[in-house]
Nanobody
Framework: QLQLVESGGGFVQPGGSLRLSCEAS????????VGWFRQRPGKEREGVSA???????SYVDSVKGRYTIARDDARGTVWLEMLNLKPEDTAVYYC???????????????WGQGIQVTVSS
């Protein structure tokens, strides 16, 4: 079974940056599309970014120009670079793997445990 573990979260001031990592084990990451999702307090889980098996990427409008997703299949890792962070970016962030790189949680079969990102003064 594919297992995913997120790292790199934490506390940052508005305008700061963080780099989240998603490390895969138990299976070959190259066989999967990977998405990043977040759940803000009191909000439903939403898709943030996704990357296909052939490196095509997508982003939700609220993070375009600030977030970048990338993958290194040889290392079994997907990253999410987050720049110019805003308080509304505060959420638990999850990585997920599935067949198709869509911003819908229903398309993914495997999920990490999630990691907290807090943006505040």
């Amino acid at each position: 079974q594919l297992q995913l573990v997120e790292s790199g979260g934490g506390f940052v001031q508005p305008g700061g940056s963080l780099r989240l990592s998603c490390e895969a084990s138990g299976s070959t990451l190259a066989d999967y599309a990977v998405g990043w999702f977040r759940q803000r307090p009191g909000k439903e889980r939403e898709g943030v970014s996704a990357i296909s098996r052939d490196d095509r990427v997508s982003y939700v409008d609220s993070v375009k120009g600030r977030y970048t997703i990338a993958r290194d299949d040889a290392r079994g890792t997907v990253w999410l670079e987050m720049l110019n962070l805003k308080p509304e970016d505060t959420a638990v962030y999850y990585c997920a793997a599935g067949q198709w790189a869509l911003l819908s949680s229903f398309e993914y079969d495997y999920w990490g445990q999630g990691i907290q990102v807090t943006v505040s003064s």
